[in-house]
């Protein structure tokens, strides 16, 4: 039972254009939506993360979109650069004694081409 | 500030053999997490310390895997005896109450790749 559905699984972008990468969860106990990057050979890194009462979160060139009614959370990536390609993890997280167990979506291999 | 280190960074080993990995989280942070990714899949919770003491490990596969954690510094993870299915990434990651998303803001290592053949 995945309780992070993520799509798509691999998404190919021009320099300049606009990635998005969505994903929807089930336990509406999640409170803490966290997106990761991650790059071969290293470790996730954290890059942006919203919690559910608020409906947009933007840093730099990336913004969350989250709608809670329907509990789905976006990653939009303005301008993508040859850089940014990577692999991009959505997560979920409960608070209370279980606060920072992550769950996560599949992951989606961002590709953008120059 | 050094991050999460974890060793060896590759591990062949043939099924039925022991294998143990290490993690060195940031120092000072209490939290310290193991997940594992099996290949395409989902990246999967393992198990939670909090300094020396597990706070949770629901994510446990079997009693074939043990962790352990010293003194509330380094981690390790034991697999005995190893099966095929354990193949996969392991990563540790840690974090600071302290910090300003407290435990959620977790620094992750470059992982573990286990291939039991």
């Known amino acids: 039972q995945q309780q992070v559905k993520q799509s798509p699984q691999s998404l190919i972008v021009q320099k300049g254009g606009i990635s998005i990468i969505n994903c929807a969860y089930e336990n509406t106990a999640f409170d803490y939506f966290p997106w990761y990057q991650q790059f071969p050979g290293k470790g996730p890194a954290l890059l942006i993360a919203?919690?559910?009462?608020?409906s947009e979160k933007k840093e730099g060139r990336f913004t969350i979109s989250f709608n809670k009614s329907a509990k789905q959370f976006s990653l939009h990536i303005m301008d993508s650069q040859p850089g940014d390609s990577a692999t991009y993890f959505c997560?979920?997280?409960?608070?209370?004694?279980?606060?920072?167990?992550?769950?996560f979506g599949q992951g989606t291999i961002l590709t953008v081409h120059p | 500030e050094a991050g999460v280190t974890q060793f060896p960074s590759h591990s062949v080993i043939e099924k039925g053999q022991t294998v143990t990995l290490r993690c060195d989280p940031i120092s000072g942070h209490d939290n310290l997490y193991w997940y594992r990714r099996v290949m395409g899949k989902e990246i999967k919770f393992l198990l939670h310390f909090v300094k020396e003491s597990k706070q949770d490990e629901s994510g446990m596969p079997n009693n074939r895997f043990l962790a352990e954690r010293t003194g509330g510094t380094y981690s390790t993870l034991k697999v005995q005896p190893a099966e095929l299915e354990d193949s996969g990434v392991y990563f540790c990651?840690?974090?600071?109450?302290?910090?300003?998303?407290?435990?959620?803001?977790?620094?992750f290592g470059p992982g573990t790749r286990l291939t039991v053949t």
């Open positions: 997560a979920a997280s409960i608070g209370g004694t279980s606060y920072g167990k992550l769950t």
């Open positions: 990651a840690s974090s600071h109450f302290d910090s300003p998303l407290g435990a959620y803001e977790q620094y």
């Open positions: 919203i919690r559910p009462d608020v």
